[in-house]
């Protein structure tokens, strides 16, 4: 694989960011193929366990997309998923990872640009980081 | 037991296999545990393919499937139900996306797009390994349907929901119904005013037994799932507010649209006089003297029209086309001289779009001798006042680019459409918006008048301008598919819910305080006290699983193992 | 010899198995009604299910249609009848209507049919196939294309030698030339017109070439050619096999032309235009692509944007009248055109030129109806008794229209009207 990208795990939510990254797909606004999509219901339900389990088992960086203001299930979303974020970059530094290999950005439902924005600045800072 | 699984790798005629090289993804996953079927297929949703699953599953005794084709977006359902035709449990069906994330947003890298297709691939087998059959929980659904907004959409929906026999609440903010059809005069094609046909509608309306009709009346509240949702209204009357709390089974939304109304010296926009806007003009000619045409103490002997005022802009956010003002405009430019025959339009376009049948309107304009320009990009049209008229200059296309001035008395602005500026309903239901910020149904063709809120249907120009006629016909479709939300008497929920360990638990509070939705409650099981989650009111979204100290909570489908297990996959 | 019709009894009679007549039908049959659906031609999926990709999102038609169709052709409350007829309805009261309609033979078995192919291959005889515009040829036995629904063969008696090399390879021996017509009596109480639209005919305007200039095309010939399932695998010229690298589309080809028989606009031509420039745009990166338009209409949802897309992407539009296409001799094509911007008359030459033709009225359905009057507009489409209020009530109550046979349409406003059609004929059977 083309050692000039950054291997990243993205948490996308089923009803809001996933049509915005599908939709990046059928613009055509490319990105590298080292990152990977899996969906969950709502960006305030990921544990962090499972992001701890991304960067143990090579993930370079953890993306989360999360649902904004747009979330169907409720106005705490996004204090939620900050929540988790704050919590995960604690544990990350206790295991001396960098925090800032975990990133979180809300995205909208047709946010297509911004997902490919995103994911182009945060390659551009993990590779940085590499060096 | 171990699990029998038949993969099925889709081409899409094209689409991934011009891009992902399929058979190279099939021969990476074919040996894979669990793995007894791989297949390649032109189109796995063709008719001729579902045949061949079905075989499959059943020759093979087959316990799950994946399917790796387009975003599940499209057909979650159709090979959801593939899986059920063929007597297999369809959360045993587990959905691969590599078209919108592996061949079309890698076309420009075959070998990367290919390597990412593998390992989605193997991260879907490692999901279908351990997924687990599930059954959908079954609730009545109400029979009945909350219309949003009176206008000419809402009037209509809720009238055929109501001849569907479905009982209709029809909730409109303003006092009186009609929306914007009181603004429009002659409709194309049928040369009638908006306050004809709205007297037509009102006629319909008293017939009709199922309607309760909520005049000064918002919605502020709202909860509950497709087949039961509670709203509750606010009711302003001459006595002051209340409250109303109604159940029904599915919304609809038809709230409508907003005119574009033009920045301050936007062409003029109140700065010079008779720079009016297009339903400005509308109501103004309505009330004019019939055999004088006077504003602002000026005789109107010419009209310049300029369109695409608020659309189609090169610097501003709208860049989409109104639809609906091109013809609204040359109507409205014959309706001034039918009644005023001497007077001189004069119509600044950036190309006139009549489409169908409204061209015979064009058609008229051009023989009653108006004058069209047609503006560049690069030189819009510029207002100025000049000896007491307006002078208009533009280059004009249709003249070898040439700056062409006209001098009229009124000009027109050609203003479009833009989202209802109320942005509650939206709010409230979370609705998401497209890119031009109306409404966005699920999908354009397959699923036009549906949000991905389940039991949520929009119609009319919340979900983007159109004309009468095209608003009417989508608030027709979507009563229809409201209607088949609550015909049924009983609907399917998904069982994707969350469970809490009772052997793990020690009741701290951080679930329940989490979950939005009340579903967590403390109860006495093993000895202590314990989360109980109540699955009827659950909605799966998982909040309460990362704030459990003791990592007790699962959610269905969702589970540590089988996130860990794709995250592992991934990672190769 | 049968002898007498067989009686059915139904809710809903569909006329037309294009996408508007299979949505309207869907959404009876999904709200429990009992429904036929009948289709003259051999497949269902009318002209949606042979385009190649659809705008402004550019999913493939195919992954769209081909579920619909399937969804259609395996409901529980859908009976569909393909290549039938459907030759008289008399209405004779209200929520009464009976019809006539032959069912044609395929002289194959379409039960036990499993689309092997063998036929085909068997089959001496070569004719053109219309089902990819004549743009190759097919056999006399056939399936009609790779994504047909039902995906059964059939027989083109007239073409047919009646060798009988078919009936020796068919594995199933499902080959049966003694079928024949058979005669039903369809009793309904509603009934949905999906009759669709026709093309318009190129060689009603001799200054096209069309059918004279071999590199002339019709835009559904484009449509062919860029089509997943596509004759070629790859974008030809008919004249030598030539990759086109200079291509025109002639936009209202048959569109706001009083002279041509058509005084309105199509409504669909420039979008499908613009998205053949782009698909072809990515087929062909090295390719020049004009439209010669007179008007963009780019009004839907996402349309204009789209539109803006193609300029981004380097196709060029040029507002003029294209007056004369002449051949030359290496197949290349001289267009005389009307440059509006400069007022002056140019020439320009192209390897391939496609004509964006319009949409024409197909008039068949007024014929069908004996005891009442299914009204035509003026320009023979369907008349909408009430066009702003009910857009799919025609002259006939009792009787909706659906998608384009009111008019011209793209598909989600097709879609949209199907769902019209099927409210109003709920409405209608709960009066």
Known sequence: MDKRSAKILVFSTEKISDPAIDMAGLLKLHYPPQVFTISVRCSSGIKPKWILRAFEKGFDGVFIAADGSDCSYGESCTEKTGVIVEKTHIMMKEMGLEPSRLRMAALCSVCSEAFVKQIKSFTELLLKQEN | ?572 | MQKEPINLSFDALVIGGGIAGGEAALNLANNGYKVILIEKRLSLGGKMIMLSKVFPTLDCSACITTPKVSEISRHPNITIFTESDLTSIEKTGEKNFIAKVTRRPRYVIAEDCTACQLCEQACPVIVKDQFQYNLVGRKAVYIPFSIASPKVAAIDIENCSLCGACEKVCPPGCIDFTQEPREYIIHAQTAIVATGFRLYDPTNVPRYSYGEARNVITSMQMERLLAPTRPFHTILRSSDGKVPDKIAYVLCAGSRDDSMGNPICSQICCMYSIKQAQLLMGALPMADITLYYIDIRAFGKGYDEFYEQAVGMGVRFVKGKVGRITEKENGNLTLRYEDIATGKLKESEHDLVVLSVGVKPNSEPADIFTSHKLELDSLKFVKQSDPLLSPAKTTIEGVFVAGTATGPKDIPDSILSAGAASSEAISYLNQ
């Not at chain 2, 393919?49 to 159709?78: E, F, R, W």
């Not at chain 2, 003297?289 to 802009?313: P, T, W």
């Open chain 2, 1 to 572: 037991m171990e699990k029998k699984l038949g993969i099925y790798i889709c081409a899409c005629g094209g689409n991934i296999s011009d891009y992902v090289d399929i058979e190279k993804v099939k021969d990476a996953i074919k040996d894979e545990d669990c793995v007894i079927l791989a297949k390649t297929t032109m189109f796995a949703c063709g008719d001729s393919n579902q045949k061949d699953m079905d075989a499959d599953i059943k020759a093979n005794d087959l316990s799950g499937i994946v399917v790796a084709s387009c975003s599940p977006k499209l057909h979650l359902t159709t090979f959801r139900g593939v899986s059920e035709r063929a007597g297999l449990n369809k959360y045993n069906y587990v959905h691969a996306n590599i078209r919108e994330q592996a061949s079309w947003a890698h076309s420009d890298n075959k070998t990367g797009a290919t390597e990412k297709a593998i390992l989605l691939v193997k991260a879907a087998i490692a999901k279908a390994r351990l997924a687990e059959p599930l059954v959908p929980f079954k609730i009545k659904s109400q029979r009945s349907v909350a219309v949003i907004g009176a206008g000419v959409a809402g009037l209509k929906a809720a009238i055929a929901l109501s001849r569907m026999n479905d009982e209709v609440f029809l909730i409109e903010r303003e006092s009186k119904i009609g929306g914007k059809l009181h603004d429009l005069d002659t409709i194309s094609p049928e040369q009638i005013s908006g306050k004809e046909l709205l007297s037509r509608l009102e006629e319909d309306l008293k017939k009709e037994k199922n309607i309760i009709l909520l005049t000064n009346s918002e919605v502020v509240g709202n909860s509950g799932n497709i087949g039961d949702f509670t709203l509750t209204l606010k009711i302003s009357g001459s006595k002051g507010e209340t409250t109303k709390e109604i159940k029904v089974g599915s919304v609809l939304v038809a709230t409508g649209f907003n005119s574009y109304i033009p920045a301050d010296g936007e062409f003029g926009f109140n700065q010079i006089a008779n720079v009016i806007t297009l339903p400005q003009f509308r109501d103004i000619l309505r009330n004019a003297d019939s055999k004088k045409f006077v504003l602002n103490g000026k005789e109107i002997n010419s009209v310049a029209y300029i369109y695409c005022v608020g659309s189609r802009q090169v610097k501003g956010e709208n860049k989409y086309c109104s639809r609906y003002c091109c013809t609204a405009a040359v109507q409205a430019s014959l309706d001034l001289k039918k009644k005023y025959p001497d007077i001189q339009n004069y119509h600044f376009t950036k190309g006139v779009r009549t489409y169908g049948k409204q061209e015979l309107i064009y058609k008229e304009s051009n023989r009653v001798g108006d004058i069209y320009i047609q503006f560049l990009d690069k030189k819009p049209p510029i207002v100025t006042e000049l000896d007491g008229a307006i002078s208009i200059k533009a280059g004009d296309l249709l003249s070898e680019k040439k700056e062409i001035e006209a001098l009229a008395d009124l000009v027109v602005l050609v203003t479009g459409m833009v989202p209802d500026k109320d942005p509650s309903v939206g709010s409230l239901f979370k609705l998401p918006k497209g890119r031009d910020k109306f409404f966005n149904e699920i999908h354009m063709k397959l699923r036009p008048v549906e949000t991905v809120i389940d039991g949520i249907t929009i119609a009319g120009t919340c979900q983007g301008p159109k004309n009468v006629m095209e608003s009417v016909n989508s608030a027709l479709s979507a009563a229809a598919k409201s209607h088949s939300f609550v015909s049924k008497g009983e609907l399917e929920l998904e069982p994707i819910v969350a469970y809490a360990d009772k052997s793990s638990c020690n009741w701290c509070n951080a679930c329940s305080d989490a979950c939005p939705f009340n579903a967590i409650s403390k109860i006495e099981a093993e000895g202590k006290e314990v989360a109980s989650i109540n699955k009827s009111t659950c909605k799966g979204c998982g909040m309460c699983l990362p704030v459990c100290p003791t990592d007790s909570i699962e959610l269905i489908s969702f589970t540590n193992k089988e996130m860990e297990s794709m995250i592992d996959v991934l990672a190769q």
